[in-house]
């Protein structure tokens, strides 16, 4: 299978050069998980889209530091491309900005949460369960870091996991699509880089709490299962 990666932003040269950059983490993630697959990253935020819906098998959206809400030429690009996604019935997973900008496209609406910010690792509760999720887990935990949220779903959206802080926090769309607030793809030392960098305007409480919570366990990998076999891989 040949996944393509819609990398929406990038890391910082300093944490690019330890971690690499957002697809390579991805890449790195599935790799132990589906040893055959491909990979094809599309840095759709300095323009460069797919000429086809049918370029790849499946489809991957990134996390961002931009909001799906932004005047950007490029935003507005990917969204008409993720409709085109949609209605084509191509398997496509969404992360973060990823996850908004799939709810976005569809119909919904994401704004600057006044819940502030989640960082570190945030725990949600599968409400229902799929066949896709082998091996089960009532509940997850993956490492965040965003203030944006998702406020009102798209009428094809269906919630799959929740909490109190983040109400709509995986969403899965007909069979082909799904979305995740959390990132898999982070290992917990990157997060923990940057956020004791300072340097995204987090509260020191939130980053405080953030830090404290990198010392349990991730799901990370068990939600990259998930995906692989969401997605036919």
Not at 57 to 75: F, H, N
Not at 156 to 171: D, N, T
Not at 185 to 213: C, H, N, W
Request: aromatic share 12%; proline share 4%.
């Amino acid at each position: 299978m040949k996944l393509g990666i819609l990398q929406c932003d990038d890391t910082s040269p300093e944490t690019a050069a330890r971690f690499g950059n957002y697809g390579g983490m991805f890449e790195k993630a599935f790799h132990p998980v589906v040893p055959d697959m491909t990979f094809h990253r599309y840095r759709v935020h300095d323009g460069n889209l797919p000429d086809s819906v049918d370029a790849c098998d499946a489809w991957l959206i990134s996390g961002s530091k931009y909001g799906v809400y932004d005047q950007k030429t490029w935003v507005g690009a990917l969204i008409r491309f993720v409709v085109q996604l949609y209605e084509a019935g191509k398997k496509t997973l969404g992360v973060c900005f990823g996850h908004q900008l799939m709810a976005q496209a569809l119909g919904g609406s994401v704004e600057l949460s006044d819940k502030g910010w989640g960082v570190g690792l945030m725990e949600n509760r599968v409400i229902i369960q799929k066949n896709w999720m082998e091996p089960f887990q009532s509940y997850l935990s993956l490492l965040a870091c965003h203030q944006d949220q998702i406020v009102r779903i798209p009428s094809c959206a269906k919630v799959i996991a929740s909490s109190a802080f983040c109400p709509y926090y995986m969403l899965q769309y007909g069979e082909h699509f799904l979305g995740v607030q959390g990132h898999p793809e982070f290992d917990p030392e990157y997060l923990r880089v940057i956020l004791m960098a300072g340097q995204l305007g987090i509260p020191d409480t939130s980053i405080e709490k953030g830090l404290i919570s990198l010392y349990r366990e991730s799901h990370g990998k068990l939600m990259i299962q998930w995906m692989a076999r969401f997605i036919g891989a």
